[in-house]
């Protein structure tokens, strides 16, 4: 299954205004809405008296529901073919979650309105990738996903500080109610973009083909696709090293410095943020004139070095400033990961699907980071386990170099 089979036609996608920047209205104020249900669901939900056992339970559960609608939400992609309708849909269901969640703060609403908001996350990335790619094609969708995860940066960043301030003048409760509001803007620019401009058939990852193409397009074929499984596996250990970091860095600069802990973690969040608005659309142009693997190898190689900064650092404002590693890592791999998907699978017509396979990985690797890091840390401290976070980044980078193949267009 090589990518130069694939006959792409002689016409180029040329989208409107209207959809390109109904496009960046979506992923800036999708991301605030999903910023809600991030570190302050679960101070909400302990301001309302809950236990932590059951504050880890539903949040717990929500991960479960997001990892196991992976890969049912790819093959429901590849089937809907308004991709547009599908993004209504998850919008309205994690409008309804908050809403549930501000009013009738119960354990079985709550856990119930967690469950919904986790099955969206098995669609509603992939659905904004499938709507760029139908846009503007496989040629340009590197840099689309490129100012994709600018925009999407951009607002997760003003949405944490519009919640952060709301929760502080008004109460815990307020930052689930901007989280509704902000799904109007969201609708409204998602219906600005014209769903004729939407190429169904590139939106799942097909084209048309030419009577000598023998390209396989199964999903078993899809499945033995050397360059996804790898790529995958890759993906494992970037979250398996990189999800536990934040964390457990918090827990250290929150013994170091307890006074300005909170202040200082706020920093460790924004600083990657403002480093993949400004990195992201030139990882996508780089992306097309480097190849992938060189930018891959970038954002393990930075991932490395932060875990290593982690485990040697001890000044606490030094280690917001090794958050900068966290921000190259993240702005590559915002841009890699559905770029590279749409590389191995473009003219398969499972396209979403493959995402699914991609971001079950994903939280896999999440879910054993913060346990096996938990535990070493507990056992031989954050130092040891810091370097073993790093260690598992060094792996994922000698993966990248010895078995992954380059997955741009020519080259491959």
């Excluded at 970037?238 to 920093?267: K, Y």
């Excluded at 040697?312 to 030094?318: E, G, L, Q, R």
């Excluded at 031989?380 to 170099?401: D, E, K, N, R």
């Excluded at 078995?403 to 080259?411: A, D, K, Q």
Aim: glycine fraction near 12%; include cysteine; hydrophobic fraction near 55%.
């Amino acid at each position: 299954m090589t990518a130069a089979t694939v006959s792409f036609g002689t016409a180029s996608p040329s989208p409107s205004n209207a959809s390109l920047s109904g496009l960046d209205g979506v992923n800036f104020f999708l991301a605030g809405i999903l910023a809600g249900f991030g570190p302050y669901l679960a101070a909400y939900l302990a301001d309302q008296k809950w236990t932590q056992e059951n504050i880890g339970f539903v949040l717990t559960a929500s991960g479960v529901a997001g990892l196991l609608s992976q890969l049912p939400g790819g093959e429901l992609l590849d089937t809907v073919r308004s991709k547009r309708a599908v993004v209504v849909a998850g919008v309205v269901v994690v409008a309804i979650s908050a809403i549930i969640i501000a009013f009738q703060p119960s354990f079985p609403l709550v856990f119930a309105a967690l469950m919904l908001q986790g099955i969206t996350g098995g669609f509603l990335g992939p659905a904004i990738a499938a709507i760029s790619l139908g846009l503007v094609g496989p040629q340009g969708i590197g840099e689309r996903l490129g100012r994709n995860a600018r925009f999407a940066s951009l607002g997760n960043g003003v949405a944490a500080a519009v919640m952060g301030t709301c929760g502080y003048l008004l109460s815990s409760r307020s930052v689930f109610l901007v989280t509704f509001v902000l799904a109007i803007p969201t609708l409204l620019a998602l219906f600005r973009i014209r769903e004729g401009e939407i190429d169904a058939a590139r939106a799942h990852g097909s084209v048309p083909r030419e009577a000598s193409d023998a390209r396989p397009t199964s999903v078993l074929g899809l499945m033995r696709e050397r360059a996804l499984l790898i790529f995958a596996g890759s993906i494992l250990l970037l979250q398996l090293a990189n999800a536990a970091m934040l964390p457990l860095m918090a827990g250290v600069v929150t013994t170091r410095s307890s006074q300005w802990a909170p202040v200082l973690i706020a920093a460790c969040i924004i600083v990657p943020q403002a480093i993949v608005a400004l990195m992201s659309p030139s990882v996508g142009a780089k992306a097309q004139a480097w190849g992938r693997r060189p930018l891959l190898l970038i954002g393990f190689g930075a991932l490395a070095i932060r875990g290593l900064l982690f485990a040697t650092v001890s000044d606490p404002y030094v280690l917001v400033a090794v958050q900068v590693f966290d921000g190259v890592t993240a702005a590559v791999f915002a841009v890699m990961v559905p770029l590279i998907v749409a590389d191995v699978a473009f003219g398969s017509g499972h396209f979403n699907l493959a995402q699914g396979v991609v971001g079950t990985a994903t939280g896999i690797g999440a879910s054993l980071s913060t346990v096996l890091a938990g535990y070493v840390s507990d056992k031989f401290g954050s130092s040891v386990a810091f370097l073993g976070l790093a260690c598992v980044a060094v792996v994922g980078f000698t993966a990248i170099v010895l078995l992954m193949p380059e997955t741009r267009r020519g080259v491959r």
